[in-house]
């Protein structure tokens, strides 16, 4: 049995924070953000609304367009930072529980901005090995919640969203995700961390008092070696698999910064039509990102049947990964 990759979805939420929004709350200013990420606005979720109300409004999409109902999902696998509950219960139990699915395994994974495509090895894993026929894997995050609006060198990156595709099995080897390559290196892990709360260091005053809850990166450290790991990445998975860079219909990467994007799209020499670009929307959504920008070019139309996505993904662990992953809708 193969996996094959049947559907997607996305939610955005309504609120927008642009730039000049920004400028009124840190020391920073639209053509600085601009000029170092190409974020122009990110959205931010409602108060009330959670990561796993994002992820359902997400997953009902691609459970529809697969042509599936929920009771059809025989797994949920959610990609998260940003879980509705400290420890527990998993983001996943809430969306399979909005769905009003039971019985099956529903479990997070942690592995920061490349949590959807460990979401994805995780599914192809499971259908392979016969423990599954229609995985839901979800990519939610509202990292306004755990954004300091007091650091300027962090909060111009994040904004909130969902993603969320049905990995399906399938006896048909053309439809069969190609490859999924996933890696993490933790002696980087103060890279790109929350320092407080965990067991590490658990919540005190003194934790809120520096803002140990929310995100702190060492950013211009992360972007080397982002840039390194995911050009050796995807040029690791091309030559494996003996795919030529022009056969890719679609560069997808996580969107952490268009210098980032534009850097490994040039060392693989991709036309600009391949590349696949939403930061400037969307800013950074950690494990959200992927299936947001490919919903972003289904809904546009652009995603036809057979086309080969390429993804990539870097981030805190560090973490990172690639797929090669033809679109296989059933219809
Ligand atoms: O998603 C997971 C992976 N994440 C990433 O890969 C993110 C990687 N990092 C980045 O995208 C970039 O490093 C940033 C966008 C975060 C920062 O850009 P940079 O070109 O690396 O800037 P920098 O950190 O070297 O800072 C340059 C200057 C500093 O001032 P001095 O020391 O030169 O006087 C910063 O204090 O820019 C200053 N700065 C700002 N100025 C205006 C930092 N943040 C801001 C800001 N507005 N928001």
Known sequence: MYAAFRSIGSYV?????????????????????????????????????TTSDMGVKAAQKAIERAALKP????????????????????????IAKKLDIANIPAFDI?????????????????????????????GSEKLSAIVDYSDRTTCILFGDGAGAAIIGATDKKEEAIIDVNIAADGKYYDFLITPGC????????????ERECFIKMKGNETFKVAVKTLTNDVNEILEKNRISSDDI?????????????????????????QLVMTVSKY??????????????IYEEGRLKK?????????????TWGSALVPFSPQN
């Open 249 to 273: 219909t679609y560069f997808v990467p996580h969107q952490a910064n268009y210098r980032i994007l534009n850097a490994v799209a040039s060392a693989l020499k991709l036309r600009d039509d």
């Open 110 to 138: 942690s592995a920061a901005c490349s949590g959807f495509i460990y979401a994805l090895a995780t599914a192809k894993a499971f259908i392979e090995s016969g423990m599954a026929k229609n995985v839901l894997i979800v």
């Open 71 to 94: 009771q059809d999902i025989d797994m949920i696998v959610c990609a998260t930072i940003s879980p509705d509950y400290f420890c527990m219960p998993s983001t996943a139990c809430m």
């Open 283 to 296: 800013g950074n959504t950690s494990s959200a990102s992927i299936p947001m920008a490919i919903n972003d």
């Open 13 to 49: 939420p309504q609120n927008i924070l642009t730039n000049h929004d920004l400028e009124k709350m840190v020391d920073t200013s639209d053509e600085w953000i601009t000029k170092r990420t190409g974020i122009k606005t990110r959205h931010i979720a409602d108060k009330d609304e």
């Open 306 to 318: 057979g086309d080969l996505l390429l993804l990539d993904a870097f981030g805190g662990g560090f």
């Open 198 to 209: 965990g067991t590490n260091k658990p919540c005190s005053e003194e934790v809120l008092k």
